[in-house]
């Protein structure tokens, strides 16, 4: 940000980091104006770092004249009467190459550049460019000199990795406007490449960066103007667990949420999506879970290798908070993480946004809520808790960009609610917002059956709503047989409480044999081993031929007429079937398995 911005204002008091400003009279004796979300700067005269610090301040409430402030950075040493100077523009973020890679915080300052300079976190009142402004990109156009172009619309590409990185017309750009002058070649990210001639005849250089505030969809003028189109979700995200794609479906563009208490993993989980799942980028925003965790996430992540070559860093962006960074920051931190993914999106691509967790972005607008003392709801979260969640979870989805071509934001959160309750508000309101709930159970985690999503609570409105893809894609019967068999797992938890209490003599042959098939289900198929090579990723192919089979044998029938002949029927059945999913799928074990089980499921007790 320049430094030659105006002073236009005064502190008036400080309440940790909630500053309150006065403003300050024009030539005219008018007070300069200032509007909501504006970023200004606070500038302590007292520094104690021997340099002069510039605060970067969000404005939340704006009276006559007045006007709270939440500063980003630690307010200590700040003090009546020191200056405050306006940027005139809101929260946002920088938007070009060589985003991919990058570990930022949640106001875009890329942490390894920080690390190497200052130790691991940024000393106060410092900014660094979220892109490097010195590496240089080549850029070959798409446009000429007399293209009419608009706002969105493609004027040329930028090897960006193994991504063709669209640079495109700046989102903000009003009307229609001309190409006057274009440049091929390699170029730093600030450097001019085109120039476009306004409807007023104002000349306008575009560079292959533009920034746009965080708070903002992207893609908001697209849409109202038409140029973009929201489409419906219409097909799976596969993630490759068998759990999730099987039974409580994620759509390309949709959203989810994962609520579990500590320890039931959620991380272990978001880790298996962002690696398996056929997306092409992946963004990470690590919002203020603890310090430890966070750099875990940032040391070991970027090293895993991508099961499509090169590591996962090389498609990934990871936007980082602890628990120990500033308030104001961690609650910026998602809608950063989510403005560079639709960024992408705009490009054509498939994004997926994972944000651990979103309970810590909620604390994070309750401790705001609090300094400003507004009326507080359930909890003591903001009344507006409902519709800031809904807001968040509105910036994913499907879009045909200003090309035709369609790119998705999937948006997954996790949920910490304290001590696994989750009647408490930030877990209803997301709820009420998201579309798969795969909500994880201590007691499926104590048990080690993993992932530890609890099949008795979770839900995906998705596979309904995609049932024509499945049937397209997969079979004609397959939702139906999927529902089938989320009865059967109900059935057999009620037989299982009832044998709780009369023991197993006290149930039914035929409760027993629900009961054996319902645990069978359960244990070869829910059940997934994330530390082994092979079963830690089933491909949809491998998930349909092994659920065909799978229900093929709970559906035959059996002429057994013990419960210990049955036990031991399932119990080899389950065997069998494990043997079958650590076994790849072009070795001789493989087909072994399958042959023993067709032998020992579909004849020998039928
Ligand atoms: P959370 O984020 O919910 O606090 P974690 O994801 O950190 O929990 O998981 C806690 C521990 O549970 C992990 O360190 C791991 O040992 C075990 N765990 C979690 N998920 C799995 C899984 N899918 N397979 C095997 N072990 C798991
Ligand atoms: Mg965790």
Not at 478 to 486: A, N, T
Request: hydrophobic fraction near 40%; include cysteine.
């Amino acid at each position: 940000m320049s430094s030659a911005n105006t002073v236009t204002a005064r502190v008036t008091g400080v309440h940790d980091d909630i500053v309150s400003i006065r403003m300050l009279r024009d030539a005219e004796g008018e007070f300069y104006p200032l509007t909501k979300n504006e970023v200004v700067l606070i500038c302590p005269q007292r520094s104690e770092a021997g340099r002069t610090e510039k605060l970067q301040a969000e404005v939340l409430r704006v009276r006559h004249g007045e006007a709270d402030v939440q500063v980003f950075e630690t307010t200590r040493g700040v003090a009546i009467g020191d200056a405050v100077e306006q940027t005139g523009q809101m929260l946002s973020v920088a938007l070009g190459p060589g985003l991919l890679g990058q570990v930022y915080d949640g106001l875009q300052n890329p942490l390894e550049l920080i690390a190497g300079q200052h130790g691991f976190f940024l000393p106060r009142g410092l900014a660094v460019d979220g892109i490097d402004q010195n590496q240089k990109w080549s850029f070959q156009p798409v446009v000429k000199v007399g293209t009419r172009v608009k706002a969105g619309d493609l004027l040329g590409r930028v090897p960006e990795g193994k991504f063709s990185h669209k640079i495109m017309v700046p989102f903000n750009l009003r009307g229609e406007a001309e190409v006057s002058w274009v440049q091929e070649g390699s170029f730093s990210v600030a450097t001019p490449v085109v120039r476009l001639r306004l409807a007023n005849s104002q000349e306008r250089e575009v560079s292959m960066q533009q920034r746009w505030p965080v708070r903002v969809p992207v893609n908001r003028d697209l849409l109202r103007e038409g140029y973009n189109q929201r489409l419906f979700p219409q097909q799976p995200m596969l993630t490759s667990i068998r759990l999730i794609d099987t039974f409580f479906p994620v759509a390309l563009g949709g959203t989810a949420c994962i609520p579990g208490p500590f320890g039931a993993g959620k991380t272990v989980l978001q880790g298996l999506i962002s690696r398996y799942s056929n997306v092409d980028i992946v963004v990470i925003v690590a919002c203020g879970e603890r310090a430890g965790e966070v750099v875990e996430t940032i040391t070991e992540f970027p090293n895993l290798p991508d099961p499509r070559g090169g590591t996962l860093m090389d498609r990934t962006v990871i936007i980082c908070n602890t628990s120990s960074m500033p308030v104001a920051a961690r609650e910026a931190s998602i809608y950063t993480g989510i403005t560079i993914s639709e960024y992408y999106r705009q490009m054509g691509y498939n994004v997926l946004v994972i944000a651990d967790s979103t309970s810590r972005w909620a604390q994070a607008m309750r401790e705001t809520s609090g300094r400003l003392e507004e009326i507080p709801g359930e909890e003591a979260f903001p009344a507006y808790l409902d519709s800031a969640v809904r807001a968040l979870y509105e910036r994913a989805g499907m879009v045909q960009t200003n090309d035709g071509s369609t790119g998705s934001l999937t948006l997954i959160g996790t949920v910490s609610p304290a001590g696994g309750n989750f009647e408490e508000p930030v877990t209803q309101s997301t709820l009420r917002t998201v579309k798969t709930f795969l909500g994880l159970s201590a007691e499926r985690a104590y048990k080690r059956a993993y992932p530890a999503v609890d099949p008795l609570i979770s839900w995906s409105r998705y596979l309904d709503q995609l049932e024509d893809w499945f049937t397209r894609e997969l079979s004609d019967g397959w939702v139906g047989q999927v529902k089938r068999m989320i009865e059967l797992i109900r059935d057999g938890e009620q037989v299982q409480q009832m044998m709780q209490v009369t023991g197993e003599e006290g149930v039914t042959l035929d409760d027993y044999l629900t009961f054996q098939k319902a645990q069978c289900l359960d244990q070869v198929y829910l059940q997934q081993d994330a530390f082994d090579d092979v079963d830690a990723s089933t491909s949809l192919s491998r998930q349909q031929e092994l659920f065909g089979l799978l229900v093929r044998c709970l559906d035959h029938p059996l002429k057994l007429e013990e419960k210990e002949q049955v036990r031991e029927h399932f119990v080899r059945l389950s065997g069998l079937f494990r043997n079958l999913n650590y076994s790849r799928q072009d070795s001789p074990d493989y087909t072994r398995f399958l042959q023993e089980i067709e032998m020992v499921g579909l004849s020998a007790a039928g």
